[in-house]
């Protein structure tokens, strides 16, 4: 299986002004740093959860279809799907028909799950020979991701700036218990079976 990310966020989810605020720093000087964090912060908090903040689109590929009726979407949020392409038979690229296929865009995880009496259509068996392209966030701005999720990004860039490079395990300092606490209620992978 391979995953990923074909369009990035077009916002992140913390300005770099709230983030200087967050850590009390007043100036231009560190702005490079700051922004720098927040990419790692926002990152290490999506790998957490298991979850994508801000909209992106990514293409899940993958080599045979499953043998359930459904597929766990990563990345959650589910927004859309926006296509489901495979390999045929005769070698041939195929779009999957809406016909086939439905989506849930509400559970924790997203699923992508056969219509009544649908199939998945035979494959050729191709290395990553299924490819499914969709969106995934909570939408296109900060302000659409949970307020928990983007304190917790917060201060992860105040405990990185805080701790810019431990000297050796012993000096390591780990990530504070709140902003795991605050992680943890979103962990997807705890709301899935």
Do not use: N
Not at 85 to 92: F, L, Q
Not at 115 to 144: L, M
Not at 154 to 159: A, D, L
């Amino acid at each position: 299986m391979g995953l990923s990310q074909t369009i990035a966020p077009v916002a992140d989810v913390v300005s770099r002004v709230d983030a200087k605020l967050h850590c009390d720093i007043t100036g231009d000087d560190f702005d490079s740093i700051v922004d720098s964090l927040l990419t790692v912060a926002t990152d290490a908090c999506q790998g957490d959860t298991g979850r994508q903040f801000i909209t992106a689109t990514y293409v899940w590929t993958f080599d045979t279809f499953p043998t359930e009726d459904e597929l766990d979407v990563p990345c959650p949020p589910l927004q859309s799907v926006t296509s489901i392409k495979y390999i045929d038979t005769a070698g041939v690229q195929q779009t999957l028909s809406t016909d086939v296929y439905d989506t849930d865009l509400t559970s924790a995880a997203g699923r992508i799950f056969l219509k009544y009496d649908q199939e998945w259509p035979d494959i050729r068996g191709d290395i990553d020979g299924i490819e499914i392209t969709f969106k995934a966030g909570y939408g296109d701005a900060a302000t659409d991701v949970p307020s928990m999720l983007r304190h917790a990004v917060k201060m992860m860039i105040k405990h990185l700036y805080v701790h810019p490079s431990p000297v050796s395990d012993r000096t390591k300092t780990e990530v504070p218990r709140s902003v795991r606490y605050l992680l943890e209620r979103f962990d997807v992978r705890d709301m899935t079976g």
